[in-house]
Every structure is written in structure tokens, then in C-alpha cells.
């Protein structure tokens, strides 16, 4: 049991039960409530007044009703939806809680969703969009305690987890911060102070005329370099959560092509990391393969098992979408059967994706149009198999482990963000600066942009520990030379 | 032996612009008052730049004035020229700039002071104070006068063990060779204050009718007239220009020749200057590759030659001076009336104070201004007004009124100096405040006179004009929000010549007016107003409504901090007993004593999960005296 189940315990054995005064309120804080990783489901948890508002702005369930509107220490089945898309994001399960009834005694949501770091990441983000703070280590347990939830003998217990779990975040955080990553938003900092020291300079001294007044453009320039460089970063973390939980990946084809089979030979040709995930509440089944380094999490296995064809179950469209979701495809045809409509549409919905085609059956007598196939597969990677008689495994290793690494991916030499916090910080500070290009296009004046470029700049500086003020003003005086 | 002088009950030492601003904010508030100076004829003196305002500072004399304070309208009564600066920019960073007649700027104050009721103004340097139980019950000077009070705020500026550094030569003195305050500074050290060494420097002066104008530019005043004071009626349109030249790689060489001879190089100087304010021989050296760096030519008043050389502080022997000036187009025959210095002084470290500016070692004895480590007379004359507040609130045994960092530059400043403290003299610069959006030059009175109201510092005559204002505000912003403006021919035609585009439907006034091509002007045209609007309600009302996005968000920002200002740190507090604190922070708690969880939070030192560790913690101890 840790510290905050053992809290959620003595809750009710808690003698003292002082009121919320006023200045008790807090703003609605967020983080992710699940180990990172290792579950089919995560958790997003609120807490705090806006709770409910917040997740009714981006929840949509199968009834009309909004979450605000439930009673309390319900569940509800529904979607999340990014109101400025207004995409789908996620399918969900939310438990709303209404406080005082709860842990933190404020209102509390937890979002159950997808495990995973990317897809729990898009709800994260999803929610702090819309008006939630990133919580701090601890934040929910203190929050337990200062409003009366925990008993006085806890205190010290609570200061002690404070600590432990920033230290560790600390930690985690220091252990990312070695190497590039911590260079790359370090130099990313220094340009944007540059940049702020600059609209400083113009502000502080008007009459200082060695410096070029900074005009929108220049302002425009800065920051869509500075925008494009978070979007890398956020691209990168696409490529950590790759090595941290392996290419997520998907066996097609028609029935009967030998989707099994070459499932179970990569399953036993390499030894499973992960087998039969329990899949507690839903029915996904994932399997974790290492295939020369390269981790493959071979995603809706149970669905290839029972063989049906994914095109005629749920569509074109929706079958296109959901393989979008992969990172790798296999596209399995019958060497001993002619190219089918079927097959052909295979290609079609998978393209522009990554795919190796397997030609399996090879045992068998071909009647298959290579030359076609070979046409379908444009500049894609083709690979022969006889599965039966464990023949081209090899060869198909070596494919995926050389589309792994051949892309922009160099395992041993990457900068790449996985830390749940930092993806959360980035993503903000991308938010930031993307209000700041709107205002610059609004014309609004540069000393009101600075405050976005500002934010931008304090959120990065969040990542590596360092939000000192002073650093603006230092910039200030070695850029340039002022005085009287 | 000292004689019994006189009682009072408050005292301030110095007539500088804080100690000005100190005596008269304590006799207006009733307070009986003395002012103590070394030197009558020095009051309100300015030592170096001739000018007052310029960006944040100038906010600051908004600021001071709508708590009732007088620079402003000192400033407005006595300046050469004036303009608005940043006009080009937000309204967040606006702000007003004097040049001062800087003889006038004095004699205009000193009458002030003279005429002010509760208020006498003596000549004497104090030596020592008068401490009963620990606490402060006046001062004695050096004939002997033991003067009793309530309360006492220092504001001795670069006076305390003064040192005039010029090339090779030192010398103990004050500002402008006035005699220095040496025993103070010992007393001080005796009563246990930890003291600093700063630095500060002034330019060579200069005679006008030896200038040749028409190698320089002319920078002249703005046509319109302004004022700092809100209650300012009467304008000055007779205005001096200022001349703007640059230095030459010959003054660069002359400076790099003679830098074994600049005290700065040489090792003499050993206290910290400031960065914003290096002498002319730092910025060569540090910007070798500057070829020439600006120079203002400042009158220092109506009835003299002298011009002060603006971007030449200097310390460079007497002789380098006059081929550095010699080297400058414009001064090649300009004869230097006096020469530049630099000053060391000794300075109070700041994180003694606690926000009222009361020392937190010797209750009842404040301080304000350069003593605190800061630099610039407005930065000076802000403390001194909240000194002098606190100390005549005190006397009169009423509660302080501490200013925060989202109510005014002045709260900014003070709360940076008690809260971090200063390793270099501190200016305030338009960044150092978070909320500069809401801290502006033309809200200072709807912030503050409020405040300068309840403590008795606006009359209320003033304080009726301000509620008529507000009150107009308010309608105006009301009637904008409510109504509609249809696209019709006349509307379309009048935004499409302002470079907008047309209108599909029709729009509230109040959102006509956020676009950026629209100003209040085109409004009022489209929907005239029944009333006459004043330019200053016109002026809030677009400045509002235009940027009604961001101030909402930084008001969002305020409103999180005021619940962490409300949380109060007991004085009692022992840091030592709270587990988990990280050691340095334990340190630094211990050394500032911040008042509540907000300014903790600012400490350099103290992370977040140590303020998590108090805020538990303190909460820990409600619950304990609640269940007692």
C-alpha cells in the first residue's frame, strides 16, 4: 500500500474535519495517476473546482447529459474531444466525484483511457488545454491534507512524500537532462532570452538606437524558429515512446494468408517481453516482441487470430484510420493465390504508410503476379516467406530492423523526449508561442506578444529547473552596452 | 553631552528625494515631523542626471503621486522639457520623462517642505541613534542635539562612508564634496546591520556657450503639454531642447591608453557598480567592438551653462576627461566645468527589512532609498514615500499599508528588495515587474488612490474628481459593451478607410473597437456619446476594452497570488522544525522571515516543494490551535 492509498484509509477515521474556508480554493490541477507505461489503462485525474467544467468541455457521452448534470461517484462511457478540432481524441470511461466525498475533498475526475504513453499523453494535453495546471509532485496528497481530508498525526507524513516524490521526479527528470536534450532546450532558451532582451532593450531604453527596433517581423521570424523547434521535440517524443514501448504494429491480409503463423513466429522465433497484457476491462490483447532491437508491440492480435478481414468488418475509412495509428504494417499476401479486389485494397488504404509486404505460401505452387505486386508495393519492402517451413524470417527482420533504423531514428544517438512532464511542458510552451504568432498577425503591440514569448520561455525553463527572472535582466546588460 | 532637542513623532534623516518624500508623507499624515540634513541648501538635490522618469520610473512617479506623495508634482512645476516615451508601443510600457531644472527642482521642494504643516526641516548630521530595549527612540547629531521620536527612517543615499574616486585621487566626502557620514555608518555596524560597499559614478559637466551645437542633433520636448501629477492644471510650453552627439574611436584610444590610470582597472574601486549604468571606460572595454556610443547633452536648468554630459560617467584622471570630452564632435573646444566622479558608499543589506521598510533588527528604525542598495532618485523617492508612510502609520499606531507586486512598481521594487535582496545598486526596469500590463502610467491613480485615500494621504477633494472619474470610466465601458453598430454604408466606408475590412453583421461597439485598426476616436464618431468624454476616461476605456484579453489573463494571475498573499507566516515561525525543508531554503527562510507563502515563494532558493512543505505545515499548526 503506498502513502496515498494509506491516506484514502484513514479518511474517515480523521477526527478533525475544519471547514474550506475561503482562501482554501485552489485552481484544478492534473497529472497523470498511473504508472507510466505498464498499463492497458491510465489514468488522468482533476481535482478542484473546474473539474467538472473542464472535463465537460472536452467530454461527449452517448447521452445529452453533461458530466456537471451526473451524480456523483458515477462512471460514463463517452469520448473526449478536442474543441478546437473537434476531433476525436479518445474513447473513455470517467468516474466523476464530487467533493468533499473524495480524496482531495474538491471535486475529482479521472479520465480512465488507453495505457500508453502517447495516447494518455493526448489526454493530458487535452486537459491542460482547457484550462488545468500540470500538478506538482505530491500536489494531490497535499491538496488531501489541506483541506482537511487527512489527519494532523499525517502532517509529517505528507511533507515526507512531498519530498520523496520530488526528489524522485528529480531524479527521473536529471537522469533525462544528460546529453542533448537538456543542450537542446537550453540553447532553445538562450535564443528566445535573446530575443525577449531584445524587446527589453527597446522597452527600458527607447532612446538606445544602436539596436533595431524589433518590429513583428523580426518578432514573426524568432518565433516560428522557436515554434519549429518544439515541434521536433514533440516529434521526438513520438520516437521515444517507440523505444520505450515498442512499435506499435499490425498483421493484414485475407484470411488464410498466414497471419497467425507469422505472428506466432515472431512471437517464438524471439523470446515475448510482454505476453496477454490482462486485459481487465478491455478486450485488447497486445504482444511484445524484440526483433533485433527493434521492440514490436503487435497490436489487436486477437482480432488476426479469429482471421477476419478487417476491411469487411468495419469499412474502408475506418479501417484506414485505424491502421493510421500504427507505426508499422504488415501486409501478408498468398503466394499461391492470384492478387485478389481484396488485396488490392490493402494496398490502397495502407498507403503512405509504412508497410513490409510478405509474400507467404512460397512452399506452395505461385500463381501470384509478382511483377503486380511489386507495382502495389511501390517503393515499399517485399519479403518472401514459407512460414510453414520457417523459411524468409530472416529476411523479414532484417527488413523491419532495417526500416527502423534507416529511418530518422538513430537508437544510440538520439534526442528524444518520454517523460511524461517534459512532453506536457513542451507541448504548452508550443501552445504559447503559437498565441504569441496570433497576436503578432493580430498587430497587437510587441510588449504584449513578449508576454506569450515570455510564458514559452519560463515553460521550457520548467524542464530543466530554471525560471530565475535575473537571467533576463543578465541577458539584458551583456547584450548590450547602456548606461548613462 | 547631548541636550534635549526636541520629540517628535517621527524623524527622517536626509532631505534627498527619499527622505523628502519620507517627511512630507509622515506630517500629512499627521504625523509630527523632522527632517534632518547636512545641508539645507542641498534638499532634494539631484547629484547626477538632471532628469526624472523615463520607463518604469516614470510609472513609479504616477505612482507616488497618486498615494499623495511630490515628485510629480515637483517635476511638473520645474522641468525644462518633457515626453512621453514608447509611444510606438503598448500602453503597458508608456511612460513619461522630464529634464529637470535641477536648481529649480530643489528650491521648489525645499518651499514645499518649509510650508508643510507638521513638519520642520533642521540642519544637522546625525552621528548616532537613540536605542531603549532595543528599539529605536531617536537620534543625536554632531552638536549634541538628542532628538526623541517615535520612529526614525534613514535615508542617507551615498552619504555613509562616502569615497570620491576621480583617476588617482580619493577622498572621503559625500555626493558633490558634501561632507560625508562617517559615524553613522560605524553605528550601524555596532548595532549589528550587515552593510555593503556600492559604487556609482557621475559624468563631467560642461559649459554650454563652449559647445558647437550644430555638430550634434537636437532632441526637443513634445508639443503637447503632459504632466506627471494627476492633479497638475498649469503647463510648461516653454521648453529646452537636449543635443544628442556620440564618442569617436578617438576617444576609444584615449580611453584604452589610459585605462592603468582608471581606478576602476587599477584596483582602486572595490565596490559593486551597476551594470545599467557602467562609466564610459567600462563600455569601451566590454564593447571593444562598439565604434561609438551615444551622448546626450542635458541642460541642468533655465539660469546656468553647465550641461551634464549624458553616456560619460567617468572616474579617468581630471586631464583624460578633458581629451575624452575634446575627442567627442560638437565638445572638440568645450571647456569642463567640473569632472566626473565615482562614489563608494556603504549600503544596508536589504533582506534586513521587512516589507514596510522597518528593520527587522532595531523596531522602530527604517530605511529608504540609495541606503537600501538601490540607485535613481525615483526608485529612492518611492521607498521614502512607504518609510515615511509606515513609520507616521506606526507612530500614530495605525496599520502598515504594504504595496504588492500587482498594485505597483513600488511593491515590485520593495518586495525585490527585502525578498532577494541586490548584489549590484538595483534600478527598476518595466521586466522585473510580472504584471507590467496592469501596472501602468495611466492607471497609477485607479490603482492607488484608493489606498493614499484611506490612510488620509489624498484630501478629499481630490479623492470626490477621482470617484467622478472612475464613475465615468464605468459608464463609458458599459455603454460600448451594450451597443450594437449595424454594417451600414457609413460604418462599412469609415473602417475600410482605416485599413479593416468590412463588417458581415453587426457588432458591439466594445468589439469594433478590439480590432487593431480601430481606435476610440472611430467609435465615438460612429456612436457619439450623450456626455462629454475627458480625454483621460477616452484613454481607459480603448486601452480596456483593446486589450480586455490579456489584462483578464494577468488579472487571472493576481488573483492566484493574492490567495498565496493570504497566507500569512506567523513571526514566531521555526524553521528548523519543519521537516523536509531543503537546507538552503531552511537558510534563506530563516534570514528573510518572508510575511506570507507568496513571498517565501519568491525567495531564490525556495523551490516549489519546499513552499508545498510550509504551506502543509502551517496548515498543521491551524489545525492544531482549532482543536486545542
Redesign the interface.
Known sequence: MNLEQIFYKIVFCS??F?KRDE?M???TITAISTPMGEGAIAIVRLSGDEALAIADKIYKGRSAKRLSEVASHTIHYGHLIDPKTEKVVEEVMISVMRGPKTFTREDVVEINCHGGLVSVNRVLQLVLANGARLA????FT?RA??N?RID?SQ??A???L??AK?DRAMNVALGQMEGRLSKLIRALRQEILET?AHV?V?????????VEEMTHGIFMERASHVKSELERLLRTSEQGKILREGLSTVIIGRPNVGKSSLLNSLVHENKAIVTDIPGTTRDVIEEYVNVRGVPLRLLDTAGIRETEDIVERIGVERSRAVLKEADLILLVLNNSDELTVEDEQLFQITEDMDVIVIINKMDLPSKINIDKVKELAKERPIVTTSLLEDQGVDELEEAISSLFFAGSLEAGDMTYVSNSRHIALISQALNAITDAMEAIE???????VQ?DFTRTWELLGEIIGDS???S??DQ??SQF???? | MPYEAGTYDVIVVGAGHAGVEAGLAAARLGAKTLMLTINLDMVAFMPCNPSVGGPAKGIVVREIDALGGEMGRNIDKTHIQMRMLNTGKGPAVRALRAQADKFLYQQEMKKTIENEENLDLVQGLVERLIIEDGACKGVITQTGAAYYSKTVVITTGTFLRGEIILGELKYSSGPNNQQPSIKLSEHLEELGFDLVRFKTGTPPRVHSETIDYSKTEIQPGDDVPRAFSYETTKFITDQLPCWLTYTSEVTHQIIDDNLHRSPMYSGMIKGTGPRYCPSIEDKVVRFHDKPRHQIFLEPEGRNTHEVYVQGLSTSLPEDVQKKVLASIPGLENVQMMRAGYAIEYDSVVPTQLWPTLETKKVPNLYTAGQINGTSGYEEAAGQGLMAGINAGLKALEKEELILSRSDAYIGVLIDDLVTKGTNEPYRLLTSRAEYRLLLRHDNADLRLTEKGYEIGMIKEERYSKFLQKKAAIESELERLKSIFIKPTAEVQELIVSKGGSELKDGIRASDLLKRPEMGYEQIQQLVPSDSEIASDVSEQVEIQIKYEGYIEKSLQQVEKLKKMENKKIPENIDYDAINGLASEARQKLKEVRPLSVAQASRISGVNPADTSILLVYLEQGKIARLSQ
Not at chain 1, 506538482?136 to 500536489?139: A, K
Not at chain 1, 552596452?481 to 548613462?484: Q, R, T, V
Open positions: 477526527k478533525i475544519h482562501d480554493e485552489f485552481d506538482e509532485p505530491g500536489e497535499k491534507f489541506l482537511g494532523l502532517a509529517e505528507v511533507m515526507d512531498i519530498r520530488t525577449l527589453e527597446n522597452i527600458d531604453y527607447p532612446e538606445y538606437d544602436d493580430a498587430g497587437t503591440p510587441i510588449d504584449l508576454i530565475v527572472h535575473e533576463l535582466i539584458l546588460f552596452c547602456l548606461g548613462k
